[in-house]
């Protein structure tokens, strides 16, 4: 997997592990079409969106390989997405970090989503979706329809992700 994708150091982001809330079915929904048409880059360099995966449940991820509490929920994800696949729940990683750290990351823990690379527009929209304090990580998760069901702040343990998961299943 070698990869061009463009990419931006993003400085100031904090790697705290407390959770600040979640936003309820009523979420942004002009942020969550923004996440779902922006183009990003896969870890090969090939621009994508996230549009193509409308009608399956999704739990996106901003992360970076130096955040402490993003590495400790990878494993989490990458467990869940393996239990929920046949369910349609996907999971996706956007890295707010370097192709070549993240290309490597995803090896060593066997990572079996899709991985994106973030620039500085893609963190922005983040904020706009509620992460307020540009923390990491931060997770979204969308309904089959597209609409924002939760905007998670800080690491997610594995009881409030299948919390999230459950009533959209």
Known sequence: MAGIGGVAAVAGY??????????GPSGDG???????????????GVPQTLAGLRGKILVINYWATWCAP????IPLFVRLQQEYETKGVQFVGIAVDQVDKVRDFAQEF????PLLIAGLDAVELSRKAGNKAGVLPYTLV???????????VGSISEARMR???????
């Open 142 to 152: 969308l309904d089959r329809t597209g609409n924002m069901a939760a905007s998670l």
């Open 110 to 113: 066997k990572i079996n989503y």
């Open 14 to 23: 904090f790697t705290n592990a407390w959770r600040i809330g979640a936003l």
């Open 30 to 44: 002009d942020a969550a079409a923004a996440i779902l048409g922006s183009t990003l880059h896969s870890l090969d």
């Open 163 to 169: 919390a999230q998961l459950a009533p959209l299943l």
């Open 70 to 73: 993003c590495r400790e929920e």
